[in-house]
């Protein structure tokens, strides 16, 4: 399965000369919303996470908040050097990543164009979910396995189609 096929087209956005403030709005106004790309012009130069901001804000220390943080501009609190996906990019990749790295979402660039955005939970809610279920399926109607499921790893999209086909035959 591709990227594309699963990841949130036209992310939000914000601008690397926004605020603090202005990112926590954004969030508040667009319920679920966890990851901010950040542009300057229209090349990404960062991302914000609402994780970033209760770290800038030092919410889990249980002191006050310092006011001057939420006029911080997100160029000095986002996080730079961001690795980014392809839309054409197998899942698979992006899946690498996030159990690689510390972050919850992937920007998706094509020729240079921010085309979207992939979260985590974009992959599990759109792939791993009903590939899940599927094999759930599977199993209920066939009473086996496929061997990936009997050792504990989910089958690639490849030995699905394989199952599929053996079964309709």
Known sequence: ?????????????????????????????????RHLPVLRG???V????????????????GKPIDRLQLQRKISSVMT??????????DVINAAHHFAEGKFGSL???ENGDLVGILSTGDLFN????????????QAETNDTLPLEAEKGAIPTDERLKTLKMKKKT
């Not at 730079?80 to 990019?89: F, L, S």
């Not at 759109?126 to 399926?137: A, D, F, G, S, Y």
């Open 80 to 89: 730079k050097n961001v690795i980014t996906v392809a839309p054409q990019d």
């Open 46 to 61: 960062g991302m914000l996470s609402a994780s970033d901001i209760r770290e800038i804000l030092g919410l889990a220390s």
């Open 1 to 33: 399965m591709k990227i594309k096929e699963i990841m949130t087209e036209r992310p939000i956005i914000i601008g690397s000369t926004d605020t603090v403030l202005d990112a926590i709005e954004i969030m508040k106004n667009n319920e679920g919303i």
């Open 126 to 137: 759109r792939h791993i979910i009903p590939l899940l279920e599927e094999l759930t399926k």
């Open 42 to 44: 229209k090349q990404l």
């Open 107 to 109: 920007p998706v660039i």
